[in-house]
């Protein structure tokens, strides 16, 4: 596909997801208390957007995974939540 | 359109979802043992269910023509309890020999524990014993990197695997080219708010190529969708993909990879 191709197919897509995003933010910022690791991991992955490089889909999935090597010890629950923090969440 | 659906929980889905994946050209549906959305309390509970996927799941798919394969295992979400997956591991051997198995799975790793790695390598070993096919589950999320490592250094570690013979299901951008550099098979996993959509999936086979990877839809009593495969297919049409090269994509090499198994035949 040429550049536009893909503008004519995926911008309307990208428009709507990135004002989500904004949205997102807009409501976690004017909710009262603290936040936890997941908003510092959003914001730590936004610059990645900006980047003229290839591979920005692999960049904020990088940016998001446990980057530790060793099985743990146990489990702490089934899920996954999306970032890591650092720690078992 | 026709196509293979090689990873799919049909025991949590409706007789209608059959019928609309028949509809939309699926000519075989392969489902790998999985979570329950619980724990079961027993290996009972896991010799119930394996007769589910080996006499009453077939008989359910066949209503509407569609040949049903199943893949046995414990999944890695029990495999905590070693005691447990050990009990459940003892009973796979006398269900091998059933004619839809095509083998051991969807086995792999969730969290990235001590006692979820030893139960995948002794699903390996117990693999390799019985000379059966692998698929194995990546874990989700910020897990998944990690978790794809030590199931990659795992498999490697076992002499007997041979790479062709087992596909690492649900890669995504960050994960995939370690999966195919390493000689095995790749799986895209088609799912609504985690894994790919269908126009991520097109991205990564336009840049990883075609050759041994499968599309498949791991729907579950999750919000998933059955029809993600041919959601995916149109999807690279509407890219300029040719038929040819879409049909090789989600009807080939899924024939290529099951065909491995001699029990996987389909009209």
């Not at chain 2, 394969?69 to 591991?89: H, Q, T, Y």
């Not at chain 2, 919000?223 to 090789?248: K, N, Y």
Request: proline fraction near 6%.
């Amino acid at each position: 596909m040429t550049r536009q191709q893909v503008l004519d197919l995926y911008f309307m897509d990208a428009r709507c997801k990135l004002i989500e995003l904004a949205a997102f933010l807009d409501r976690v910022e004017r909710s009262d208390g603290e936040a936890d690791f997941r908003l510092a991991a959003i914001r730590e992955a936004l610059p990645l957007l900006q980047s003229a490089q290839q591979d920005k889909a692999k960049a904020v999935l990088l940016s998001l995974s446990d980057p530790t090597k060793e099985p743990l010890l146990a489990a702490p629950g089934k899920g996954a939540c999306g970032a890591w923090p650092g720690a078992p969440c | 359109m026709r196509y293979i659906e090689p990873h799919a929980h049909m025991v949590s889905r409706t007789t209608a979802d059959y019928e609309a994946m028949r509809l939309a050209g699926c000519e075989a549906v392969c489902e790998p043992a999985f979570w329950a959305g619980f724990d079961r309390s027993s290996a009972d509970g896991f010799y119930d269910y394996f007769c589910q996927l080996t006499d009453y799941e077939p008989k359910r798919a066949a209503r509407f023509g569609l040949p049903h394969f199943s893949w046995l295992c414990i999944n890695p979400k029990e495999s905590e309890d070693m005691g447990l997956a050990r009990e459940v591991l003892a009973l796979i051997p006398s269900f091998l020999e059933r004619p839809n198995v095509l083998g051991i799975g969807e086995i792999g790793l969730n969290k990235n524990t001590r006692n979820e790695l030893a139960i995948l390598e002794e699903h390996i070993d117990l693999a390799a014993r019985f000379n059966q096919l692998i698929l194995v589950h990546t874990p989700h999320l910020e897990d998944k990197l990690k978790g794809t490592k030590l199931i990659l250094d795992a498999l490697k570690a076992d002499s007997r695997i041979q790479p062709g013979r087992v596909i690492i299901d649900h890669v995504e951008e960050h994960t995939v080219s370690l999966v195919l550099d390493a000689g095995f098979w790749a799986g895209i996993t088609l799912y609504p708010e985690s894994k790919a959509t269908p126009a991520r999936a097109a991205d990564m086979v336009e840049q990883a190529g075609m050759q041994n990877i499968w599309l498949n839809c791991a729907c579950d009593w999750g919000r998933s969708e059955p029809l993600a495969v041919p959601q995916t297919a149109l999807e690279m049409r509407r890219r300029g993909h040719c038929a040819t090269a879409v049909d090789d994509l989600i009807y080939g090499n899924p024939l290529r990879f099951l065909s491995q198994s001699p029990r996987f035949k389909i009209a």
